[in-house]
């Protein structure tokens, strides 16, 4: 079995975003991306740094708003749209999740389409149906850059989605289908899952549950991307997956697998719309 370094993959192409930084640079362009932390979620705070450590890392300026969990949604629709205003912004990132009185899908409607850091306006899910450029879903897009590093063919594959979350399933699926996959989506309603699931030859596992998704699921040979993350009693964190028989020919080890992936695809993101600022 093949592990599939997320964190080898992400680096090198942090390394090249680095580059384009220095070029935005040389044109006068400070790619500059905001990120809004609303609340105390531990785990959120930790996301928030390791992007804000990635942006330090290209060169990409980052602008933190830490509010407080008690934030009016009036006072964020204020924030987002003085963000949208201002030239020296490119991108955007409202931290989900959002504490329960705050609507996410209001809020991140009103960030503009152009400075979507994390692809998740309905106007660029569109796009992304619709296959026309656009910012895309991190995590997803993460996924696909994994399976090129690796030279994993797609165009005809039996590819399975576990999961139909707008932020990972329902994307991973469009792109795989983009990439001509013939594709499968499961969620919680799916009958007999792990018959589904041994049909794949790409196996996506976006189901938010640890370790749910055993050997039994893996037909043998099967390329696994495990989506999901969870910390264990012990501290350590573990996926999705568990494949102790090691069906499984590649799969993405958590952690460093499809985390460092979705964070260097954030950091695309930032620098493309930097880039079409000045177009
Ligand atoms: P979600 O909870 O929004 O979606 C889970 C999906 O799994 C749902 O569509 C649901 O229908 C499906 N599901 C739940 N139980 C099921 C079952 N028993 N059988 C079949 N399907 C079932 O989660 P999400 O936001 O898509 O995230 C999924 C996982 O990925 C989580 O562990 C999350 O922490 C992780 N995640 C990781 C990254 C990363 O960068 N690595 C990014 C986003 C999410």
């Known amino acids: 079995m093949q592990m599939m370094d997320g964190k080898l993959v992400s680096e090198e192409i942090l390394e090249k975003l680095k580059l384009d930084v220095e070029d935005c640079r040389k044109q006068d362009i400070d790619p500059t991306l905001a990120v809004i932390l609303v609340g105390d979620d531990p785990a959120s705070a930790i996301y928030v740094k390791n992007k804000e450590k990635a942006c330090a890392k290209v060169g990409i300026t980052s602008l933190a708003y830490r509010l407080p969990a008690d934030t009016q949604e009036r006072e964020l629709l204020d924030l987002l749209a003085d963000l949208n205003e201002r030239p020296d912004v490119h991108a955007i990132l409202l931290q989900l999740p959002l504490p329960a009185h705050l609507n996410s899908d209001r809020l991140l409607a ?43 063919d797609i165009a005809g594959k039996e590819c399975v989605v576990i999961g139909r ?103 695309k993101n930032c620098v493309t719309a930097a880039r079409n600022s000045a177009l």
């Open 110 to 152: 009103a960030i503009s389409a152009e400075k979507d850091a994390d692809g998740f306006h309905a106007a660029n899910i569109g796009k992304l149906l619709l296959q026309q450029p656009a910012p895309l879903p991190c995590t997803p897009a993460g996924v696909m850059e994994l399976l090129k590093y690796y030279q994993i």
């Open 165 to 267: 979350s707008n932020i990972v399933g329902k994307p991973m699926a469009l792109m795989l289908l983009n990439a001509h996959g013939t594709v499968t989506v499961t969620h919680s309603k799916t009958r007999d899952l792990p018959a589904v699931c041994r049909r794949a030859d790409i196996l996506v596992v976006a189901v938010g549950k640890a370790k749910m998704i055993t050997s039994d699921y893996i037909k043998p040979g099967a390329v696994v991307i495990d989506v999901g993350i969870h910390r264990m009693e012990n501290g350590k964190l573990c996926g999705d997956v568990d494949d102790s028989e090691g069906h499984a020919a590649y799969l993405t080890p958590v952690p460093g697998g499809v985390g460092p992936m979705t964070i260097a695809m954030l950091m």
